[in-house]
Nanobody, 122 residues
Framework: QVQLVESGGGLVQAGGSLRLSCVAS????????MGWYRQAPGKQRELVAA???????KYADSVKGRFTISRDNAKNTVYLQMNSLKPEDTAVYYC????????????????WGQGTLVTVSS
């Protein structure tokens, strides 16, 4: 069974920084894409940033230039460095893994983490 465990959320003042981490545990052959989504109160979940196994990245316009996604394929871990945080970045941040290949299961899995809360005070 594959699980994603996030860490690094918390309370920070506007202009500050946080680094989120997400580790995929279990017996995993490969993961195609990993990413971070967020959901603010009363809003839909949205993509923040994503990275392929080859290192290609994409970002939401609202975080470009402030957030950086990176990945350690050997450790099945994805990171999100968040700088110059704004109150509007306040949300629950979810880790996502797509194209997960595991033993004895045909096809690809998609897995979500339980979420970590990021609160940015003004």
């Amino acid at each position: 069974q594959v699980q994603l465990v996030e860490s690094g959320g918390g309370l920070v003042q506007a202009g500050g920084s946080l680094r989120l981490s997400c580790v995929a545990s279990g017996t995993i052959f490969s993961i195609k894409d990993m990413g971070w989504y967020r959901q603010a109160p009363g809003k839909q979940r949205e993509l923040v940033a994503a990275i392929t196994s080859g290192g290609s990245t994409k970002y939401a316009d609202s975080v470009k230039g402030r957030f950086t996604i990176s990945r350690d394929n050997a450790k099945n871990t994805v990171y999100l460095q968040m700088n110059s945080l704004k109150p509007e970045d306040t949300a629950v941040y979810y880790c996502n893994a797509e194209g997960v290949v595991v033993p004895l299961v045909a096809g690809y899995l998609e897995v979500w983490g339980q979420g970590t809360l990021v609160t940015v005070s003004s």
